[in-house]
């Protein structure tokens, strides 16, 4: 089965608002936002027909912004159907220049450029956007083109010193666009403009709540497994916890958890997996030792997407091994394993390029780095969730703040926090730096101010030091703590000067063969979170 194919439990998702991705770097922002207001939301291709849109039955229509200009050749276009459809639409920055060319407005590059904090006035009496917002506010503008002529029948609604028309609405016909991006955090009413549109604009109201998910997903999920049984791949992280909890309220004990230990883990984390999980739950779990089958999978391999691939295979062979004992186990009179649970969340899913027709960036193991032959039916009730809303449904089913609060390690391990092959020595000794980095980390009490922090192992890298007055040729360690909120975009953590000192020594005290300690000081973009 391809990995790309939505499970079947999909088909239960609530009538979405549709966040049309004209290449922006936002388009995740807007779904988001969009889902703060508690109105469900989606994002689709700029290049989806209008007839496929339709056929989703959208409460409202948002067209995000984007890199190209509107008059140039080739620049996406929206079809006029999109706009006679009688669904209301709200276009940002290229979505709302698209808007004004399409409905016969005026958009040229005429020198009104506006890049960053700007501020707005707003002409606000009646406007269903403006009205209760202030006259002056500040906006977050990113544009080159400008429009100088709204299309008939519109009102202008809001403008700035270079840029006439900033905002305009055509109330009659449902129709809304601002030259701004309200959705980042520099908009002072970024969002309560929004909600005026999903509100007032679309008429939509804000019933969306994880509570609602935890129903859905569940009465979705019995539906699909029927009485047959599954699996669910259970990394102690939060996603699989959450998954799991889910899955296990639906269907009890036709699941059973498979924790596979392939060597990549960190310091104490199966003992973790094993004791807790299983304590919160009550789940199933059967725990497969897989380190040699990894390691000899991995040996000789540095290329960080084959790597991806290989481990990404190497999890199904061992969850069918796994399927393959539980049938035997229960013998003639158990229903098929046909199942396999993972927590795979909407951003893996359009990181891996199958959400919205993106670059792919990196395999994520479960989603772009899964087998060809896979044969399991895949069960992935947080597919459509991002990672602060995965939280909440993991407090709304009572799993402990230790579980929900934890912050992600991803499916490969340290596998790609090692930059170059992986040793069983390697990862002993990325293991050590590992443990003290979160130790101190605890210790400062940061654990809530980082979202994680990645510490990799530079093991083709060696620089000379002295140690002891003798030289010294070793392994750079490197400490890659950041701050996000989903980790689509991410910015370095200022941690405190003693914190990092204290790290540094203890590790290249600590840890034989690493004499360096150094500080990533990159954002996301331009790096990824991981070095791999
Ligand atoms: N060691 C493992 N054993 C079994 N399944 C795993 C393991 N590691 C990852 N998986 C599966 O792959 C999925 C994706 O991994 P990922 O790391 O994104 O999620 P997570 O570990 O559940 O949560 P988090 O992102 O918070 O670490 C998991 O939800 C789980 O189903
Ligand atoms: O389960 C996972 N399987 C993967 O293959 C994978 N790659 C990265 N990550 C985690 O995803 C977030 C974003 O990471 P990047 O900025 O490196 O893409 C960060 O939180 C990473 O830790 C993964 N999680
Ligand atoms: N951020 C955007 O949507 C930019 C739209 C268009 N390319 C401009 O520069 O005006
Ligand atoms: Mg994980």
Redesign the pocket.
């Known amino acids: 089965m391809p990995s790309a194919t939505p499970p079947a439990n999909e088909a239960h998702a609530p009538d979405p608002v549709l966040v049309v991705d004209f290449g922006a770097q936002y388009a995740q922002l807007i779904a988001r936002r969009v889902r703060e207001a508690r109105v469900y939301s989606e994002i689709v291709p700029s290049t989806t027909p209008v007839a496929e849109m339709l056929a989703k039955n959208p409460k409202a229509i948002i067209l995000s912004g984007g890199p190209s200009s509107v008059y140039q050749e080739g620049a996406p276009v929206v079809d006029r159907a999109l706009f006679e459809a009688g669904v209301p639409v709200f276009g940002m920055c290229y979505g709302f220049q698209l808007m004004a060319t399409t409905l016969g407005g005026t958009v040229d590059d005429n020198g009104a450029r506006e890049y960053g904090r700007t501020p707005l006035s707003v002409s606000k009496s009646g406007s269903t956007l403006f009205e209760g917002t202030p006259d002056e506010q500040t906006v977050w503008m990113s544009h080159g083109d400008a429009c100088s002529a709204a299309p008939e029948g519109f009102t202008v609604t809001a403008s700035t010193g270079v840029v006439p028309v900033a905002a305009f609405e055509n109330d009659e016909r449902k129709l809304y666009g601002v030259q701004y991006h309200p959705e980042v955090m520099h908009t002072t009413h970024g969002q309560q403009v929004l909600e005026h549109f999903l509100y007032r604009g679309a008429g939509i109201q804000p019933t969306w709540t994880t509570s609602n998910v935890v129903e859905e997903s569940v009465a979705a999920i019995r539906e699909q497994v029927g009485s047959k049984r599954a699996i669910c791949g259970l990394?102690g992280?939060v996603?699989s916890a959450v998954a799991a909890a889910l899955v296990q309220k639906a269907i009890g004990s036709q699941l059973t958890c498979v924790y596979v230990d392939h060597g990549l883990m960190r310091k104490g984390e199966s003992e973790q997996v094993e004791k807790d999980f299983v304590a919160a739950t009550g789940v199933q779990l059967k725990v497969v030792d897989a380190e040699e089958r990894f390691l000899t999978a991995l040996a000789g391999v540095s290329d960080p997407e084959q790597k991806?691939k290989i481990?990404g295979r190497e999890f199904i062979r061992v969850f069918e091994q796994a399927q393959a004992e539980l049938v035997a186990e229960a013998g003639e009179a158990g229903e098929d394993v046909a199942f396999l649970v993972q927590g795979t969340l909407y951003?893996?899913v359009v990181?891996s390029g199958g959400g919205t027709g993106t670059a792919n960036?990196?395999?994520?193991?479960?989603v772009g780095?899964l087998p060809e032959d896979i044969e399991f039916e895949l069960v992935e009730p947080l597919r459509r969730l991002f990672k602060d809303e995965v939280r909440m449904v993991g407090q709304e089913l009572g799993l402990p703040e230790d579980i929900v609060q934890r912050q992600?390690?991803?499916?490969?391990g340290l596998g790609?926090r090692i930059v170059g092959e992986v040793t069983k020595d390697r990862l002993d000794l990325l293991r050590e730096a590992d443990a003290i980095a979160r130790e101190e980390l605890t210790a400062a009490g940061l654990d809530r101010d980082i979202?994680?922090c990645?510490v990799v192992l530079l093991a083709d890298v060696r620089s000379v030091g002295v140690q002891g007055d003798g030289r010294t040729y070793g392994h750079p360690i490197v400490l890659r703590p950041v701050s996000?909120e989903d980790?689509?975009t991410?910015d370095w953590s200022r941690l405190p000067y003693e914190v990092l000192a204290k790290i540094s020594t203890r590790i290249t005290n600590e840890v034989d063969e690493v004499n360096r300690v150094v500080l990533d000081i990159t954002s996301?973009p331009p790096g990824?979170?991981?070095w791999e």
């Open positions: 990394s992280g996603d991806r481990i951003p893996d990181e960036i990196k395999s994520h193991h479960n780095g992600p390690f991803p499916g490969p790609i979202w994680q990645p996000s980790a689509m991410a996301k990824t979170i991981e």
